[in-house]
T-cell receptor, first 112, second 118 residues
Framework: EAQVTQNPRYLITVTGKKLTVTCSQN?????MSWYRQDPGLGLRQIYY???????DKGDVPEGYKVSRKEKRNFPLILESPSPNQTSLYFC???????????FGQGTRLTVV | AQTVTQSQPEMSVQEAETVTLSCTYD???????LFWYKQPPSRQMILVIRQEAYKQQNATENRFSVNFQKAAKSFSLKISDSQLGDTAMYFCAFMTPLGSGNTGKLIFGQGTTLQVKP
């Protein structure tokens, strides 16, 4: 089944403790991105990747890192999480940047 | 700055009736893409419908159709014969072509929560 898989789906952590949210797609998509969803703000892009080893900042990149060592994986790294990073996170992939974006199931992150 | 506005935070409709969700956007681009995504309580983001700005014909997908007014920068979603399974948050989204500072990202509106009542 074609899908984007995020893990974990729920995570509660403490301020400053490094964490990684994984994202993997099995559709051989070139374009991948991370969004965060906050009430009243919709979804905002954090980082995106056009292809392997090519990543760039989106609208809200502060406090996040990404890597794209393999085409299928695009992990989101929070080196030192803070409470303002409490949010719902989505990974998305598409064959090209302009084609349909497929979203993962979302990761609900709470930083206390 | 490119923005997307959904002015209806919440709406409700009776089962089997028709409802229209509003969306306006602001851009100076001529070529772009517009989308409606559905987010049910499961949180999954599901593409409902897509419209290319260069196409004058309004997109349709079964019970879902759009009214795309390019000059007015309006992109409303009409759901006909509403079903209980249509209950969800709906997001309007806009994408500009890559280049000239654009990242190929989706720019989302704030969302409209739709409740379909039996």
């Amino acid at each position: 089944e074609a899908q984007v898989t995020q893990n974990p789906r729920y995570l509660i952590t403490v301020t400053g403790k490094k964490l990684t949210v994984t994202c993997s797609q099995n559709m051989n998509h070139e374009y991948m991105s991370w969004y965060r969803q906050d009430p009243g703000l919709g979804l905002r892009q954090i980082y995106y990747s056009m292809n392997v080893e090519v990543t760039d900042k989106g609208d809200v990149p502060e406090g996040y890192k990404v890597s794209r060592k393999e085409k299928r994986n695009f992990p989101l790294i929070l080196e030192s999480p803070s409470p303002n990073q409490t949010s719902l996170y989505f990974c998305a992939s598409s064959l090209r940047w302009y084609t349909e974006a497929f979203f993962g199931q979302g990761t609900r992150l709470t930083v206390v | 700055a490119q923005t997307v506005t959904q002015s209806q935070p919440e709406m409700s409709v009776q089962e089997a009736e028709t409802v229209t969700l509003s969306c306006t956007y602001d851009t100076s681009e001529n070529n772009y893409y517009l989308f409606w995504y559905k987010q049910p309580p499961s949180r999954q983001m599901i593409l409902v419908i897509r419209q290319e700005a260069y196409k004058q014909q309004n997109a349709t997908e079964n019970r879902f159709s759009v009214n795309f007014q390019k000059a007015a920068k309006s992109f409303s979603l009409k759901i006909s014969d509403s079903q209980l399974g249509d209950t969800a948050m709906y997001f309007c989204a806009f994408m500009t072509p890559l280049g000239s500072g654009n990242t190929g990202k989706l720019i989302f509106g704030q969302g409209t929560t739709l409740q379909v009542k039996p």
